[in-house]
């Protein structure tokens, strides 16, 4: 099935310093959901959104729902070492079934 | 609160064998959903069951099954193994649809 745009594919920045990444889609979701996966790991939800226009933040984490609920952005403020690892975003539509799609991930490196 | 897990986390078969595994979902969690993780296709659906039933498919060659019995435990199977099944299965349980999913932490395949 189609998957998420999910960007940048990987992101290589200083601690301390702030990050954004994205997922499009041409079709409408009704939740957006990002995870944080460690190497050999399965993914762990961070951040789930249920409205279009919805900001929610867990710590030093914040991500929105898009208008066009064709979309979701995450941020980490002030990033550490321990937030290393791949970013997914997650869509799902409630058509007659549960379906939920994912991008393909970023990659962050955070520099001591 | 227990959360997902899956077993075994790790198993080395042969090319032509065949390999069941196993996934419980959170207390209460009706749906699980299967997902091949590979390096070069990113999260790929495999199948989801509801309360015993098979609800969304996705599009993985029938050597690829599951089922999910009356206590939601699932399992998956697959049969015939092929070099390309190597992989990092994940499964993800939720309440029902549009849900916040949670993820196991996975089976490592390997086929050799």
């Known amino acids: 099935g189609q998957q998420l745009n999910q960007s940048p594919q990987s992101m290589f920045i200083q601690e301390g310093e702030d990050v954004s990444m994205n997922c499009t889609s041409s079709?409408?979701?009704?939740?957006w959901l990002w995870y944080k996966q460690d190497p050999g790991e399965g993914p762990v939800l961070l951040i789930a959104?249920?409205?279009?226009?919805e900001l929610t933040s867990n710590g030093r984490l914040t991500a929105q729902f898009g208008i066009t609920r064709k979309d979701s952005f995450l941020n980490i403020s002030a990033s550490i070492p321990s937030d290393v690892g791949i970013y997914f975003c997650?869509?799902?539509?409630?058509?007659?079934?549960?379906?939920?799609?994912f991008g393909a991930g970023t990659r962050l490196t955070v520099k001591p | 609160k227990a959360g997902v897990t899956q077993t075994p986390r790790y198993l080395i078969k042969t090319r032509g064998q065949q390999v069941t595994l196993s996934c419980s979902p959170i207390s209460g969690h009706r749906s699980v959903s299967w997902y091949q993780q590979t390096p070069g296709q990113g999260l790929q659906f495999l199948f989801e069951?509801?309360?015993?039933?098979?609800?969304n498919k996705g599009n993985f060659p029938g050597r690829f099954s599951g089922r999910q019995f009356s206590n939601s435990r699932s399992e998956m199977n697959v049969s015939t193994l092929e070099l390309g099944d190597s992989a990092l299965y994940l499964c993800?349980?939720?309440?029902?649809?549009?849900?916040?999913?949670?993820f196991g932490q996975g089976t490592r395949l390997t086929v050799v």
């Open positions: 959104l249920y409205k279009a226009g």
């Open positions: 069951y509801f309360s015993e039933t098979q609800r």
């Open positions: 079709s409408i979701f009704n939740t």
């Open positions: 993800a349980s939720q309440t029902g649809s549009d849900t916040e999913a949670f």
């Open positions: 997650a869509g799902q539509r409630l058509l007659n079934n549960n379906d939920m799609r």
